[in-house]
């Protein structure tokens, strides 16, 4: 099928959307894809998944010969959020490869997904400019306007790169805008690539603010953090701070969903601190199950070392939570200006004790000191499903 | 719906557990084909999923019974016999330190050259003949099953209706 040019049909392409193996990642670009969809005639959503595994050389060559026997003869479309549709393709590689190769591996599994074929649309939009943008730079129709979103936690160590960095470069080349979703990935890829600085601009990730809270928050005992089990996110020392807190007050508990490197070491911390009783691991769980427990605690406790924007801390506001998070970055941007009404932010340190002083402060002022309402309305005109949908309406259509 | 995964590569293990669950959930049968069942030993398959250890295909093959008598059945008759009481742990250490260091490190790369492509013509065969029902959709769940899959399509050959999919949540 072709479609006519200024038809309101958008292709986003991604290497990251929500699957039953990481229901986590990529649930921003789901919840972009939610918010933009009803705006346009259609929408397609290809997603290109990593498939890593430790294999030999020869091994590699066999799968990917076997890959591509096997991509036209597999169903890989179905329905996705806001009515579109999903195609899926897994994108097989060895387990260490590097930035570069993994785009140009991401490209040449669309080349053959194609068989030929452009990107049947005229606006295209990427998350990731690698590998995604990348990806599609030979397969887009000459008058495809392109649009990357740049969310990578890892923007530095990819621009450190200088393969992945020419690339890049190609990408910004051809693309109309690129959007970044904090301005610490702003500074960080225009150190690299200054002179693509007219074309980066800031967008929010989209949240939605339509689920009410079954009832307010009135106490701050049950903590909950979401998110990876690694040493970026500072999990160690919100544990460390949750036991000092937990002395002084019995009655908390905390809920750590997610999973990673540092799941076994937290554990065992646990135990060394005897606090297996009132601390929860539940492992990764899909979306919706995370929106649902955000109702059902009372703080969401995030001590991340650095983050490009902090979908969680605005969704936990979303769903009626005081927040206690660093200043790693997004968060100070994302609640500028509703700091005490949101929450508490405190100082990123090597220890647990802004963390648990960052605790004492909001728990003396809450809840007279706070007001989520106000900061619900504030996040909902900036991050809200209207505000982004509108925005990309506008670059993508007019 | 009755739907084969191959998962040989046990790679993707959350996605082949919730997939399969969610097959028999919606009414349908699921079989996991796995290369090894003891990767998978803490892993919560949901009770009606059939887990098949891809070495079990290969059980009534002449080659597999010489193995199991020569190697396994033969030398525990003795063990039991000469020790007596002690033979029950006997022979749990001789299986575990000798015969199936054998049949992994010994025999499988051996039997794996002479019959490159009995698996796939296994798998095949329990495709079309594997239940009540005959598979409609083969879920490929990881990247060292690809090579087996394509293995599995030409001996099912060009014109079967059996489908295949990167996840069964394409076709729930």
């Known amino acids: 099928m072709t479609l006519p040019p200024g038809s309101r049909h958008v292709t986003v392409v991604t290497p990251w959307y929500p699957t039953r193996l990481l229901p986590f990642r990529g649930a921003f670009v789901q919840t972009m894809v939610e918010a933009t969809a009803p705006g346009c005639d259609s929408m397609t959503v290809l997603h290109c998944d990593r498939w890593s595994a430790r294999i030999t050389d020869a091994e590699d060559v066999e799968i990917v010969r076997a890959h591509r026997a096997l991509l036209p003869r597999t169903k890989h479309t179905s329905t996705t959020v806001g009515g579109s549709a999903l195609t899926y393709v897994p994108v097989p590689m060895p387990a260490e490869v590097n930035f570069a190769d993994t785009a140009r591996r991401h490209e040449a599994t669309l080349r053959a997904a194609l068989d030929g074929e452009l990107i049947d649309a005229n606006v295209v939009h990427v998350h990731e400019a690698l590998p995604s943008g990348w990806a599609v730079l030979e397969h887009l129709r000459p008058e495809a306007k392109l649009f990357v979103t740049e969310h990578a936690s890892f923007l530095e160590a990819l621009l450190d790169e200088p393969g992945a960095r020419e690339m890049y470069d190609k990408v910004l080349d051809r693309c109309d805008r690129l959007f970044v979703v904090g301005d610490g990935t702003r500074d960080v890829l225009l150190k690299a690539l200054p002179r693509h600085a007219d074309k980066v601009s800031l967008v929010a990730n989209p949240i939605s603010f339509d689920l009410p809270r079954p009832s307010p928050v009135t106490e701050l005992r049950r903590w909950l953090y979401l998110g990876g089990l690694i040493p970026r996110k500072g999990v160690n020392w919100l544990l460390e701070a949750f036991a000092k807190c937990h002395a002084e007050d019995s009655s908390l508990t905390l809920t750590i969903v997610g999973d990673g490197e540092l799941s076994g070491p937290l554990r065992a911390r646990t135990k060394e601190l005897g606090l297996q009783d009132v601390v929860t691991f539940t492992g990764s769980v899909d979306p919706g199950v995370a929106l649902r427990l955000m109702r059902e605690h009372d703080l969401l406790v995030h001590a991340s070392r650095w983050e490009s924007f902090g979908v969680t801390v605005v969704e936990a506001v979303a769903a009626g939570m005081p927040v206690l998070v660093t200043r790693c970055g997004g968060p100070e941007e994302t609640l500028a200006g509703i700091e005490d009404a949101a929450g508490e932010l405190v100082a990123v340190e090597e220890d647990d004790a802004a963390l648990v002083e960052g605790y004492r402060r909001l728990r003396d002022r809450f809840p007279q000191g706070l007001d989520l309402a106000e900061a619900q309305r504030v996040l909902d005109e900036r991050y809200g499903y209207t505000a982004v949908a509108r925005m990309h309406h506008r670059v993508w259509f007019e | ?172």
């Not at chain 2, 293990?13 to 699921?30: F, L, N, P, Q």
């Not at chain 2, 033979?87 to 000798?98: E, H």
Request: charged share 25%; with cysteine; aromatic share 6%.
């Open chain 2, 1 to 172: 719906m009755n739907v084969l995964f191959l998962a040989l590569g046990a790679s993707r293990k959350r996605a082949v557990v919730e997939e399969s669950a969610a097959v028999v959930a919606s009414g349908g049968t699921a079989t996991v084909v796995v290369a090894s069942t003891r990767q998978w030993q803490l892993s919560a398959f949901a009770p009606e999923v059939k887990v098949l250890d891809a070495s079990i295909l290969h059980q009534d093959q002449l080659l597999w019974r010489i193995e199991r008598m020569v190697v396994y059945r033969g030398p525990e008759f003795v063990l039991k016999r000469a020790l007596g009481r002690r033979g029950k742990s006997a022979v749990r250490a001789y299986r575990n330190k000798v015969a199936d260091r054998f049949h992994r490190r010994a025999f499988l790369p051996v039997h794996n050259r002479l019959s490159k492509d009995a698996s796939s013509r296994l798998i095949a065969g329990r495709v079309v003949r594997g239940g009540p029902q005959p598979c409609e959709w083969i879920v490929v769940s990881d990247s060292r099953s690809m090579p087996e899959a394509v293995a599995v399509l030409n001996h099912l050959g060009s014109d079967t209706p059996v489908g295949l999919v990167w996840s069964a949540d394409q076709i729930l």
